[in-house]
């Protein structure tokens, strides 16, 4: 063929002790401790009201969103609109593990796509008092969620390349149930 050549023999192989010596001298004496940092940046506050939990069996509920949504940060303001729900499941150890999946609706009506994993572990007499309809806050529990967002808006596409992480400000079950998180962009 015109235009191309024959391949030409690779000179740059190196034998494979030169690359374990190499390798070897390339990794730090104290290699047991990072070498990096996370650092966040506050995305939004996101509140939803949640409707009572569909039991499925003892392990797996399912926690519809209300009306009522919202979030708010220093670049989006918006509602959180249907669908949008929470599955949530007891695993053997009592960590509650949910899968959450929902829609942002900003306030100048693009949509964001939202979802995330999560743990929840709370002491018996934090359970307790959940339980008992009392509103727990951001101390009271290890609840931590993990989102990331999907969009097609030029204005939010900043959202699609973003790995985030949420701890819960508030929550109450029972009557007028919701969940609060802030959300902060890992960086």
């Not at 729900?85 to 960590?95: F, I, L, T, Y």
Request: net charge neutral; aromatic share 10%.
């Amino acid at each position: 063929m015109k235009g191309l050549s024959s391949p030409q023999p690779i000179s740059w192989i190196i034998p494979v002790g030169a690359f374990a010596a190499a390798l070897a001298t390339s990794v730090p004496a104290s290699a047991g401790g990072p070498e990096t940092s996370i650092k966040t940046e506050y995305l939004m506050t996101l509140h939803a009201p949640l409707d009572a939990p569909q039991a499925i069996d003892q392990s797996l509920h399912i926690y519809n969103g209300q009306p009522g949504g919202w979030v708010e940060g220093p670049r989006i303001k918006g509602k959180v609109v249907a669908p949008v729900a929470d599955w949530g499941r007891v695993m053997p150890s009592g960590v509650f593990r949910i899968d959450v999946r929902g829609t942002i609706q900003t306030d100048d009506g693009e949509l964001i796509y939202v979802s995330y994993g999560g743990a929840v572990q709370c002491s018996k007499e934090q359970a307790d008092r959940m339980n008992a309809g009392e509103q727990l806050k951001a101390d009271d529990c290890y609840f931590i969620t993990t989102p990331t967002f999907q969009t097609k808006s030029d204005k939010y596409a900043w959202l699609n390349a973003v790995q985030a992480v949420g701890k819960m400000v508030s929550f109450k079950a029972g009557e007028g149930s919701y969940v609060r998180y802030d959300i902060f962009a890992v960086k």
